[in-house]
């Protein structure tokens, strides 16, 4: 069977997009040094008291049951694809899977933006201390964020995400006599294909106008080549500093920022 250690490596790149093949291989490595360093194993095929092992130190590692129930599942889904009984089937699994959930901590429910709370983060953007060029570049990324409903990922740059917005990939058109924002998707998370997916985002007449806030970023970003949203010398942002201004803004509205998504 050493032909078969091959196959999974195919099937990935045909069945699954980029990220989650990523996700795959990265997950599917963790067990394997698992089995090997820890427990002196076989990664493949692995016993259903192999996996519960793992399972086991995944959760002493403070990583929650649906995280746990994600990397079982892809133990499961190499066993498969090599043509081995799937250990992640057992009765040992299932009941194990059950006592996990029991003992994971209450989900913390988070509140949304809603369109006020926006309007009141670009307000204080607009009052901060920040450079001008910074508080275009906030009040445009939040704004179009909120109305396109933008991941993270798709605004800054994220370790292991290739998806962050270029550029060239949002433009302003001209439709039905006003202006509108067209974002084009060449890539996205669980995107499985190439095909381009667009979105026409339109003008509104709050105080945070997505269109407008855009376009007066634009006019002090210029035009050159990069991330659309960056900093002045064109250098992406990082995810912990889109937080940062998200959280000093929702604290100068008295507003708990561990509260919000």
Excluded at 44 to 61: C, D, E, F, K, N
Excluded at 82 to 97: M, S, Y
Excluded at 201 to 221: D, E, F, M, N
Excluded at 225 to 242: Q, Y
């Amino acid at each position: 069977r050493s032909f078969l250690r091959f196959l999974p490596d195919k099937n990935l790149e045909a069945a699954l997009s980029n990220s989650s093949q990523k996700y795959y291989k990265k997950t599917w490595g963790r067990f394997q040094r698992f089995t090997k360093t820890t427990l002196d194993l076989p990664s493949l095929p692995a016993t259903a008291h192999t996996v519960a092992l793992y399972m086991t130190q995944l959760r002493a590692a403070g990583i929650k049951s649906s995280t746990v129930r994600s990397h079982v599942s892809i133990i499961g889904y190499y066993h498969k694809i090599n043509g081995f009984d799937d250990p992640t089937q057992a009765f040992l699994i299932k009941k194990l899977f059950i006592s996990q959930q029991k003992t994971d901590k209450p989900a913390a429910i988070r509140k949304p933006i809603t369109r006020v709370i926006l309007e009141k983060i670009i307000e204080a953007i607009n009052l901060s201390d920040m450079r001008n060029y910074d508080k275009k570049l906030f009040a445009a990324l939040f704004t179009l964020m909120y109305y396109a409903a933008l991941r993270i990922s798709e605004v800054c740059k994220v370790p292991g995400s290739s998806h962050t917005l270029q550029l060239e990939q949002i433009s302003i058109i001209r439709a039905h006599q006003s202006e509108h924002i067209k974002i084009t998707f060449t890539s996205f998370k669980h995107s499985s294909d190439k095909k381009l997916t667009k979105l026409l985002i339109h003008p509104t007449r709050s105080g945070a106008c997505p269109v407008q806030a855009y376009k007066c970023y634009l006019q002090h970003r210029g035009k050159k080549e990069g991330p659309a949203f960056c900093w002045k010398d064109l250098k992406p942002l990082s995810r912990n500093k889109v937080l940062e201004v998200l959280n000093q803004m929702l604290n100068r509205n008295n507003l708990n920022a561990q509260q919000y998504k």
